[in-house]
Nanobody
Framework: QVQLVESGGGLVQAGGSLRLSCAAS????????MGWFRQAPGKEREFVAA????????IYADSVKGRFTISRDNAKNTVYLQMNSLKSEDTGVYYC????????????????WGQGTQVTVSS
């Protein structure tokens, strides 16, 4: 079992930056693919970014490519999402997720989810 706790959300002006963190419990963190998803008001939850267990592979949604960076520190059981050049359309609840055995964008491959952290970008 893995427990995930997100932090770092808040209110920021368009063009600004935020860094989200997701702290994971458990000794097997380094074996999991980690992902970030988000859900805007009235919309479906969508994929944002994912990083492989070693950190050597990353994938991004087209909407955030070049602006967001996902990374992980296995010694600290933490995954990060650095968000730059934020836009109003980046507003939403951001969720951290862990996959035991797959690497990808689909929600169904992720086994564990955090409670989410709110990001609000004002224009």
């Amino acid at each position: 079992q893995v427990q995930l706790v997100e932090s770092g959300g808040g209110l920021v002006q368009a063009g600004g930056s935020l860094r989200l963190s997701c702290a994971a419990s458990g000794r097997t963190f380094s074996s999991y693919t980690m992902g970030w998803f988000r859900q805007a008001p009235g919309k479906e939850r969508e994929f944002v970014a994912a990083v492989s267990w070693s950190g050597s592979s990353t994938i991004y949604a087209d909407s955030v490519k070049g602006r967001f960076t996902i990374s992980r520190d296995n010694a600290k059981n933490t995954v990060y999402l650095q968000m730059n050049s934020l836009k109003s359309e980046d507003t939403g609840v951001y969720y951290c997720a862990a996959s035991r055995s797959n690497f990808g964008k689909l929600e169904r491959i992720y086994d564990y989810w955090g409670q989410g952290t709110q990001v609000t970008v004002s224009s």
